[in-house]
């Protein structure tokens, strides 16, 4: 009876899931989640994130993370009530895109950790920069910019990496930290990125990037899955030797260091390679296989679908990342998720339960009452300067706010996602929101599909823990394939919430309304007004 254990650093909390593998049975036999905020007060969080001024700016500490990880190594030694002798191998899931800086002590220190210390105690003096910024970031536009022009246009960089030079990604975060402290950056001997970072922590040595969150960087070739020789040259100078090496998501890199087998009594267990939130959640969600694609309602909301080749995007919104299945992934990404609904909710005094009723209380459509909810600078479309917009929308008005900032996340989904072609045939919900089945209706109505939220949660991490069998086999010489490694963990659960007679036709035309709506709000399209009261004659207004 083997166990494997998953972990997910997320943008506000550090999750674990064990499961169990016993012959054909198969059980999670543990899961927990730590709280950034509230169960590390002293770095001063706000929803994971440090305090900021400037609202383009998003940084967290890699300090906090190494002492989650550390906390819940413990929970999992002294209170899961595992038998630690059966831990086979580890492996984990990320937020994607932040990255971590270390100077050249840092190998000797993670080799070399004193099991009679604390892991952060260790920690202080490898870092050259303190603070890791995160997927939240979006203040490297000049960056991008030049970034872009080097490799030849925007067009070029998305043939080249998958996407287009987005913000938050590693690279031009890399090449802002050379531009802002050069001397900080030429006393850099490793860049990881989060997730890279932490296997480097449970292994005790360097451990590799792989593909699926290698991808998110701006900086890989992703038809050969390695480093792109121009990218990187594009980026910053001498980079090649900062990064660690690319390796296959299966890569084992190595066993449980000492510090965690005479610190926390466990066994030399297999240290996989990390990776990214989204390709593991395409693990925890099952998709490897074509049919169902999978929405995630969390701190960000994604959507993910595999892909065959790496297509990228014409209006390049979208990404495509390596997955961890060895095959390809497609990828949209909004930062206005769970940060817009508590937004409403909170404006309106609402609690979740409050928030469910006006969902039920008001009508599909909304009554033609839209919002754009870019309460933060939006990735998906490029919103650099937040500001919610209301289109025949009372902002007073309670319900019909909870109703247009669902609706409107969830076409904008829906017409960012088009690009992938995929005609999804189940969407699989995934993410503290997709456990509230109101929300999940307005995503079946505007999909026009079946969603079965996950009995396990987060999918991020149970795909991590997945992972870390997958990998473990394939060490023994055994391919498990994927559909085998998913079988009896992934469980949609049932009935599934069917999309409700009549609908498909109104969100249809209510749709191309939020396109239009968008595209005024950026300033490449006329006033929406027309469409919208069109859409008011056609199928009312109010509740
Ligand atoms: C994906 C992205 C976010 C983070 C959140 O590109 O930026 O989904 O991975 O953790």
Redesign the pocket.
């Known amino acids: 009876m083997a166990v494997y254990l998953g972990f997910d650093l ?2 506000q909390g550090l999750a674990a899931v064990a499961v169990e593998v016993d012959g054909p049975r198969r059980r999670v036999v543990f899961e927990r989640a730590l709280d950034f905020d509230t169960a590390f007060p002293r770095y001063g969080t706000d929803h994971g994130v440090l305090p900021r001024e400037d609202p383009l700016v998003a940084d967290s500490s890699p300090l906090l993370w190494a002492e989650a990880l550390e906390r819940m190594m413990q929970i999992v030694a002294t209170e899961s009530g595992l038998d630690l002798a059966r831990v086979r191998a580890v492996a984990g899931s990320a ?3 932040g990255s971590v800086y270390l100077n050249r002590t840092a190998a000797e220190t993670l080799a070399g950790l004193d099991p009679a210390q604390p892991l952060v105690a260790q920690l202080a003096g490898v870092f050259t920069r303190k603070v890791a910024p995160i ?1 939240m970031d979006s203040s490297t536009a000049h960056q991008c910019a030049a970034i872009t022009r080097a490799l030849g246009g925007v067009e070029a960089v998305a043939r080249l990496t998958g996407s287009r030079a987005f913000e ?1 990604f590693t690279g031009p975060q890399i090449r802002k930290f050379f531009e802002h402290d050069p001397a900080g950056y030429r006393r850099t001997e490793t860049i990881h990125l989060v997730s890279s970072y932490l296997a480097s922590l449970l292994a005790g040595k360097r451990a590799p990037i792989e593909p699926g969150d290698g991808a ?1 960087m701006a900086l890989m070739d992703i038809a050969r899955k390695a480093w792109s020789p121009a990218a990187l040259e594009a980026t910053a100078p001498e980079l090649a030797g900062k990064l660690p090496p690319l390796a296959d998501s299966w890569t084992v890199v190595g066993e449980l260091s000492p510090y965690w087998t005479r610190r926390y009594g466990f066994p030399a267990a297999a240290a996989v390679a990390w990776s ?3 390709p593991c959640s395409l693990v925890g969600t099952g998709l490897v296989a074509d049919g169902p694609i999978a929405i995630s309602l ?3 909301d ?1 959507l993910v679908a595999p892909m065959a080749e790496p297509r990228t995007d014409p209006s390049l919104d979208g ?1 495509v990342f390596g997955a961890p299945t060895g095959s390809y992934m497609g ?1 949209v ?1 909004f930062k206005n998720g769970s940060l817009a609904r508590e937004r409403v909710r909170d404006a309106h005094g609402m609690n979740w339960d409050a928030f469910s009723r006006a969902l039920r209380a008001t009508r599909p459509g909304n009554g033609g009452a839209l919002m754009l909810p870019w309460f933060e600078p939006e ?1 998906t479309p490029p919103v650099a300067y937040p500001g919610v917009r209301r289109y025949g929308l009372d902002a007073a008005d309670g319900p019909a706010n909870v109703r247009a900032v669902v609706e409107a996340q969830m076409m904008a989904l829906a017409n960012h996602a088009q690009w992938m072609g995929v005609r999804a045939k189940e969407i699989r919900a995934t993410g503290g929101a997709a456990a509230n089945r109101d929300i999940l209706q307005v995503m079946a109505d505007v999909h026009g599909v079946e969603v079965r939220p996950l009995e396990v949660g987060n999918s991020a991490c149970l795909g991590a823990a997945l992972r870390a069998w997958h990998a473990d086999e394939w060490r023994s010489g055994r391919r498990l394939p994927w559909p085998d490694v998913v079988a009896g963990f992934v469980v949609p659960e049932e009935p599934a919430i069917r999309p409700a007679a009549g609908r498909a036709p109104l969100y249809a035309e209510l749709r191309e309304v939020y396109a239009a709506a968008e595209a005024h709000a950026l300033g490449r399209g006329p006033d929406p007004g027309p469409l919208l009261e069109a859409f008011r004659r056609k199928y009312g207004t109010g509740r």
Do not use: A, E, K
Request: proline content about 0%.
């Open positions: 997320g943008t937020q994607q895109h997927w938050r998110g990214g939130d989204n969390g701190t960000s994604t990404s990828l990404c990735i």
